[in-house]
T-cell receptor, first 115, second 114 residues
Framework: NAGVMQNPRHLVRRRGQEARLRCSPV?????VYWYRQLPEEGLKFMVY????????ESGMPKERFSAEFPKEGPSILRIQQVVRGDSAAYFC?????????????FGQGTRLTVV | DAKTTQPPSMDCAEGRAANLPCNHSTISGNEYVYWYRQIHSQGPQYIIH???NNETNEMASLIITEDRKSSTLILPHATLRDTAVYYCIVRVRQSGAGSYQLTFGKGTKLSVIP
């Protein structure tokens, strides 16, 4: 877990603002996954990215949410015009390749609170 | 991915073995059994996985029945730090196109009691 760094750990935004969540994968890992966990629920898959490519975004809401994993720098999950329902813990995971995505390392998460 | 069924909660005395069951009666031949846990306010942590044979690592043991329809995760000497939600997930190890997600259910909330 210590290898995947997410920041900030806690983020408070007013309704209508933008939220940017950052994830630095384990060094050498080129596959990143984002999950969302609503209060008292299990984690739900959002998006899977490789460097500069979105591979699977089947779990992403159709509007306001976007993700990127540039050649240099961390992966970013961006939520525009946040609403109260976006309040959740957002977890990032990384793996070295597609074959080991089921043993991915997770970060400590970013807890987003929309007020 | 095959559906799994786990008890919602369990208690275990500190120092004793914790045995967490999981039913996966519709598991396919190429699907593995994975266990993750989530300690309060932290990200999920991979524990162990197996296909047919029993597996053991430094964290736990995984016992899979011969018909593969159920399994048990064993923490041999539970400590207070093992208090967490434990998730049993069944899926193929190498996913095909469009199927990279881990599906987390509600899991079993294990409370280790002093």
């Amino acid at each position: 877990n210590a290898g995947v760094m997410q920041n900030p750990r806690h983020l408070v935004r007013r309704r209508g603002q933008e939220a940017r969540l950052r994830c630095s994968p384990v060094k050498g890992h080129s596959h990143v996954y984002w999950y969302r966990q609503l209060p008292e629920e299990g984690l739900k898959f959002m998006v899977y990215l490789q460097k500069e490519n979105i591979i699977d975004e089947s779990g992403m809401p159709k509007e306001r949410f976007s993700a990127e994993f540039p050649k240099e720098g961390p992966s970013i999950l961006r939520i525009q015009q946040v609403v109260r329902g976006d309040s959740a813990a957002y977890f990032c995971a990384s793996s070295p390749n597609r074959e080991t995505n089921t043993e991915a390392f997770f970060g400590q998460g970013t807890r987003l609170t929309v007020v | 991915d095959a559906k799994t069924t786990q008890p919602p909660s369990m208690d275990c005395a500190e120092g004793r073995a914790a045995n967490l069951p999981c039913n996966h009666s519709t598991i396919s031949g190429n699907e593995y059994v994975y266990w993750y846990r989530q300690i309060h306010s932290q990200g999920p942590q991979y524990i162990i996985h197996g296909l047919k044979n029993n597996e053991t690592n430094e964290m736990a043991s995984l016992i899979i029945t011969e018909d593969r329809k159920s399994s048990t995760l064993i923490l041999p000497h539970a400590t207070l730090r093992d208090t967490a939600v434990y998730y049993c997930i069944v899926r193929v190890r190498q996913s095909g196109a469009g199927s990279y997600q881990l599906t987390f259910g509600k899991g079993t909330k294990l409370s280790v009691i002093p």
